[in-house]
């Protein structure tokens, strides 16, 4: 599977972007995807991550109530909508994918996925 992520930007706090995740062959391969950030000098952390399905979802800490992922099957399309972003939610933003066994699976381990797209950069400024 081939991830190309997009939608980083600059932002002031309080504000909202919304990154894409366009993924080939997502649909046949059946993939759960996560969204994972990285702020230099410290290790990649999982944000937000959703099954095959669509069904289930996990939402780090941070992500919980301001940050919503979603998926568009038809359009090999995962999204994560940031919302009252904070100047702590800078970081690259990359997302994920693995092959799953069952649609309602998700992963929250960077070891579970077994594609990665390019980072985008979120900066958000105070």
């Known amino acids: 599977v081939q991830l190309q992520a997009c939608g980083g930007g600059l932002v002031q706090a309080g504000g909202s972007l919304t990154l894409s995740c366009a993924a080939s062959?997502?649909?046949?391969?059946?993939?759960?995807i996560g969204w994972f950030r990285q702020i230099p000098g410290m290790e990649r952390a999982l944000v937000a991550a959703?099954?095959?399905?669509?069904?289930?979802?996990y939402y780090a800490d941070s992500a919980k109530g301001r940050f919503f992922i979603s998926r568009d099957n038809a359009a090999n399309t995962v999204y994560l909508q940031m919302n009252n972003l904070k100047p702590e939610d800078t970081a690259d933003y990359y997302c994920?994918?693995?092959?799953?066994?069952?649609?309602?699976?998700?992963?929250?381990?960077?070891?579970?996925?077994?594609?990665w797209g390019q980072g985008t950069l979120v900066t958000v400024s105070s």
């Open positions: 959703i099954s095959w399905s669509g069904d289930n979802t």
């Open positions: 062959r997502l649909t046949s391969r059946s993939s759960a």
């Open positions: 994920a994918a693995r092959p799953t066994l069952g649609s309602g699976y998700i992963y929250t381990k960077g070891g579970d996925y077994t594609s």
